[in-house]
């Protein structure tokens, strides 16, 4: 398989990085807020915020923007002779970003709309939120979740065996896809997941760099 330039390889596992800092500034410019749950008068007045709205926004362009860094890292990874587990991962990461999509647009774009009208007095709405993240968004965000985590641990076991990629990074990058998939409500886990990603980003851009890996 012809290697595209080497610095685009770079560019493209430098995403990891720059997803990781755009993560968790969202999170923190939506100060972590999420469901409906506990005081609901709370949640309403800041959904309808515009730094929630744009934390939405921020934190949907973190999931997506990775989307180059797997493409680069399977690309890395079959110059390894880890072709096989790679477009697992890459497969895995890739499905496992995009159903959980549907949920995030609902977060983003009908949470702000029914806030407001929760302060209009149609206190009854925020549990629609909660039935449809909990509920039929589940039938693609379950799925997508495991296909994540699982493409992630592909790649780990790949960036394992490759002996030339950093070890570490992999097991952070597998660690990443365990928080970032199951530790929704947790913040410290979010956080940390976004953390991870960002220093397995770095780790594979400098070895990367170190390696002399082929390129046209």
């Not at 730094?51 to 997506?64: E, G, K, P, R, S």
């Not at 949470?111 to 209009?120: F, H, N």
């Amino acid at each position: 398989m012809q290697m595209p330039p080497k610095r685009r390889i770079i560019a493209g596992l430098w995403t990891f990085s720059i997803s990781g800092v755009i993560a968790i500034s969202a999170l923190f410019l939506r100060k972590f807020v999420n469901l409906p749950v506990g005081d609901l008068t709370e949640w309403a007045q800041d959904v309808v915020t515009t730094n929630y709205l744009t934390a939405q926004y921020l934190y949907i362009l973190a999931y997506v923007i990775p989307f180059f860094g797997f493409w680069a890292l399977y690309m890395v990874l079959t110059q390894r002779a880890k072709e096989r587990l790679a477009f697992w991962g890459l497969m895995g990461t890739l499905l496992g970003t995009g159903l959980p999509l549907t949920t995030m647009g609902v977060l983003a774009y009908a949470s702000p709309e029914i806030g407001r009208l929760y302060l209009q007095g149609d206190t009854h709405l925020p549990q629609v939120i909660n039935e449809i993240a909990m509920g039929s968004s589940m039938v693609m965000g379950m799925p997508g979740a495991f296909l994540y985590v699982g493409g992630c641990i592909s790649f780990a076991v790949a960036i394992w065996q490759s002996g030339t990629i950093n070890k570490w990074s992999g097991v952070m990058l597998a660690l990443h896809g365990l928080f970032v998939a199951f530790g929704f409500g947790m913040p410290s886990l979010l956080v940390l997941s976004w953390i991870l990603l960002a220093v397995s980003g770095i780790l594979f851009v400098l070895g990367v760099q170190k390696d002399g890996m082929e390129s046209t």
